[in-house]
């Protein structure tokens, strides 16, 4: 939330400055380089946990009930901690149609705690009004900067005290561990906390669904989160975890926004907009309605900020909690065409299903594939249909009994990219109406590549150092053609198990063992005779096999 940040974009913009000043000068000491630019630090596919949760928990990398049904957050964060009469408020929250409220609570390390009896009050409240609810302590925002903040074990030991409140309300109860942990940061100062209070909070019994915010107050900038997504969730044996982004003048473009979000929905790492909004003259003019557009596209959660906050109120006059007197703001969030009263669904542990629109559109056609390459595939299906209208299309790898999401489209075509030469692939479709409805899943088709065709490349792989659990590679290409070789795509596997954590020089992309690296501006290019290298962090077993063979835009290159 803004309240505890500076109230301009000038210092928030001077914080980001200074936080990639200290990235670089750590670059200099070749201690972070992995970590350097959101852009190139990938999320990469989480496991399945040992053990499940009975309430709220997550399936596949969904947010689901205890009955198994999807559910996707629509709703706003209101500021009870501030505003604690108002218990009227998630009445009228509820009246515009939202599913769900982010709470926000204090532990008494900045504002005065909420004791047990408030929040069991706000629990009854959010039941009473059929609303899930998401509690978040709010001290640890920024705590990095800011010694008077509450810390993340702090808060974790807060939820502790409350857990005889929490008890049983798996299925109506979200843990917001802490507000916006950390500001201008690296992975060793989000990371580490986290899973410790993760684990702390497993470690005291608890299993309800537990939400984690992303460092640089929420905004993720350095791409730390993203970086460092999958070894948090693989730290929560339970798979009960989910992420949350705050999207304000970071990610104010329909790429980035896609991008990041994407980044995660491919990778089935669960994750919400746990806060966005606001007035442009503020904050430049973050693109909220593609935020809103593309998470009910891809069915994730979103949370408005804020109904009772003291910047960017989606009340007119959040002095006197009029909910007839939406601001514009309000106005988009509630009404707009991708806005809660459109797209939001009761929970259904209320009995609920609202809006009316609960029927699945039906299967698509079988796909049939053409234009088949060594690396791609064209897919075209019959239509599905739907009592309200499709939205768009899911297509997914099958492989036995697990699914793989690798192209979304909105009509009944696509050509699935990143495909491994000479490899047996076998997909099907699911189609998605606007309310989040999907359908049954197609037939499949089963595809084979082509074999690569000789290229003009050569390529070398070393290990630079290993550690236990990790190690840094490098891969350089090298041009062994006459013309030069511009937007590169380059692609080998790992045989162990390896997974690519963070790169330099590419942007990687990772399912399995399959690894595709798509380069960065200043490797983009590579002249005849030249080369350009591309260094990456990653883990490993205790076996770590170098690949033994490589594509480059689909011909297999020379190794050396």
């Given at each position: 939330?803004?309240?505890?940040?500076?109230?301009?974009?000038?210092?928030?913009?001077?914080?980001?400055?200074?936080?990639?000043?200290?990235?670089?000068?750590?670059?200099?000491?070749?201690?972070?380089?992995?970590?350097?630019?959101?852009?190139?630090?990938?999320?990469?596919?989480?496991?399945?946990?040992?053990?499940?949760?009975?309430?709220?928990?997550?399936?596949?990398?969904?947010?689901?009930?205890?009955?198994?049904?999807?559910?996707?957050?629509?709703?706003?964060?209101?500021?009870?901690?501030?505003?604690?009469?108002?218990?009227?408020?998630?009445?009228?929250?509820?009246?515009?149609?939202?599913?769900?409220?982010?709470?926000?609570?204090?532990?008494?390390?900045?504002?005065?705690?909420?004791?047990?009896?408030?929040?069991?009050?706000?629990?009854?409240?959010?039941?009473?009004?059929?609303?899930?609810?998401?509690?978040?302590?709010?001290?640890?925002?920024?705590?990095?900067?800011?010694?008077?903040?509450?810390?993340?074990?702090?808060?974790?030991?807060?939820?502790?005290?409350?857990?005889?409140?929490?008890?049983?309300?798996?299925?109506?109860?979200?843990?917001?561990?802490?507000n916006e942990p950390w500001g201008n940061t690296g992975p060793e100062g989000w990371t580490a906390p986290t899973i410790a209070a993760i684990q702390k909070l497993r470690g005291a019994g608890f299993q309800h669904?537990?939400?984690?915010?992303?460092?640089?107050?929420?905004?993720?900038?350095?791409?730390?989160?993203?970086?460092?997504?999958?070894?948090?969730?693989?730290?929560?044996?339970?798979?009960?975890?989910?992420?949350?982004?705050?999207?304000?003048?970071?990610?104010?473009?329909?790429?980035?926004?896609?991008?990041?979000?994407?980044?995660?929905?491919?990778?089935?790492?669960?994750?919400?907009?746990?806060?966005?909004?606001?007035?442009?003259?503020?904050?430049?003019?973050?693109?909220?309605?593609?935020?809103?557009?593309?998470?009910?596209?891809?069915?994730?959660?979103?949370?408005?900020?804020?109904?009772?906050?003291?910047?960017?109120?989606?009340?007119?006059?959040?002095?006197?909690?009029?909910?007839?007197?939406?601001?514009?703001?309000?106005?988009?969030?509630?009404?707009?065409?991708?806005?809660?009263?459109?797209?939001?669904?009761?929970?259904?542990?209320?009995?609920?299903?609202s809006p009316g629109d609960t029927q699945a559109p039906s299967a698509p056609g079988t796909p049939a594939a053409s234009a088949v390459t060594a690396t791609s595939a064209a897919l075209t299906w019959a239509a599905a249909t739907d009592s309200v209208g499709v939205a768009g299309y899911d297509v997914v790898?099958?492989?036995?009994?697990?699914?793989?999401?690798?192209?979304?489209?909105?009509?009944?075509?696509?050509?699935?990219?990143?495909?491994?030469?000479?490899?047996?692939?076998?997909?099907?479709?699911?189609?998605?109406?606007?309310?989040?409805?999907?359908?049954?899943?197609?037939?499949?088709?089963?595809?084979?590549?082509?074999?690569?065709?000789?290229?003009?490349?050569?390529?070398?792989?070393?290990?630079?150092?290993?550690?236990?659990?990790?190690?840094?590679?490098?891969?350089?290409?090298?041009?062994?053609?006459?013309?030069?070789?511009?937007?590169?795509?380059?692609?080998?596997?790992?045989?162990?198990?390896?997974?690519?954590?963070?790169?330099?020089?590419?942007?990687?992309?990772?399912?399995?063992?399959?690894?595709?690296?798509?380069?960065?501006?200043?490797?983009?290019?590579?002249?005849?005779?030249?080369?350009?290298?591309?260094?990456?962090?990653?883990?490993?077993?205790?076996?770590?096999?170098?690949?033994?063979?490589?594509?480059?835009?689909?011909?297999?290159?020379?190794?050396?």
């Open positions: 939330m803004r309240t505890t940040r500076s109230t301009t974009r000038e210092n928030t913009l001077a914080r980001l400055l200074a936080g990639l000043a200290a990235l670089v000068g750590l670059v200099v000491l070749g201690v972070l380089c992995p970590a350097v630019a959101q852009a190139q630090s990938p999320v990469t596919q989480a496991q399945s946990p040992a053990t499940r949760a009975t309430g709220l928990h997550i399936s596949d990398g969904r947010l689901v009930e205890g009955n198994g049904n999807d559910f996707v957050m629509r709703g706003v964060n209101h500021a009870h901690t501030w505003y604690p009469n108002e218990t009227q408020s998630l009445a009228d929250v509820k009246a515009l149609g939202a599913n769900t409220v982010r709470v926000v609570l204090a532990d008494g390390h900045r504002w005065t705690a909420n004791s047990a009896a408030d929040v069991a009050d706000v629990i009854a409240q959010c039941k009473a009004n059929r609303l899930i609810c998401v509690l978040e302590v709010h001290d640890t925002t920024g705590y990095g900067e800011d010694a008077a903040a509450g810390t993340l074990d702090q808060a974790a030991d807060y939820w502790i005290g409350l857990k005889n409140v929490l008890a049983g309300q798996e299925n109506y109860v979200i843990i917001n561990i802490g669904t537990i939400m984690v915010d992303a460092p640089n107050w929420g905004q993720d900038w350095q791409g730390v989160m993203r970086a460092n997504a999958k070894a948090v969730y693989d730290a929560d044996t339970t798979g009960n975890l989910i992420f949350s982004i705050h999207m304000y003048s970071v990610f104010d473009t329909a790429a980035e926004i896609t991008d990041y979000l994407n980044a995660f929905v491919n990778a089935k790492l669960p994750l919400l907009i746990g806060e966005f909004g606001g007035p442009a003259d503020q904050w430049g003019d973050p693109d909220e309605d593609t935020m809103m557009a593309t998470a009910q596209q891809l069915r994730l959660g979103y949370l408005a900020w804020s109904w009772s906050g003291n910047t960017d109120p989606i009340l007119d006059l959040a002095i006197d909690f009029d909910p007839g007197r939406l601001s514009s703001w309000g106005q988009r969030i509630f009404n707009g065409v991708n806005g809660i009263a459109q797209t939001a669904k009761e929970a259904t542990v209320f009995g609920g299903g790898r099958v492989s036995g009994t697990s699914e793989t999401k690798v192209a979304s489209s909105t009509t009944n075509s696509v050509t699935v990219t990143g495909l491994t030469a000479g490899t047996a692939y076998t997909f099907a479709v699911y189609a998605r109406d606007a309310a989040g409805n999907r359908s049954a899943r197609s037939a499949t088709v089963n595809v084979t590549t082509g074999s690569a065709p000789a290229g003009t490349c050569s390529v070398g792989y070393r290990v630079v150092g290993e550690w236990p659990g990790g190690f840094q590679g490098e891969i350089a290409i090298r041009n062994t053609g006459t013309a030069a070789i511009s937007g590169w795509k380059l692609a080998f596997s790992f045989a162990n198990g390896q997974t690519v954590t963070n790169m330099w020089g590419g942007t990687p992309t990772q399912s399995g063992g399959s690894v595709s690296v798509t380069p960065a501006s200043y490797t983009s290019t590579i002249s005849p005779g030249a080369s350009v290298t591309v260094g990456f962090i990653g883990t490993k077993t205790a076996t770590n096999t170098a690949p033994t063979s490589f594509t480059l835009n689909g011909a297999a290159c020379s190794t050396t």
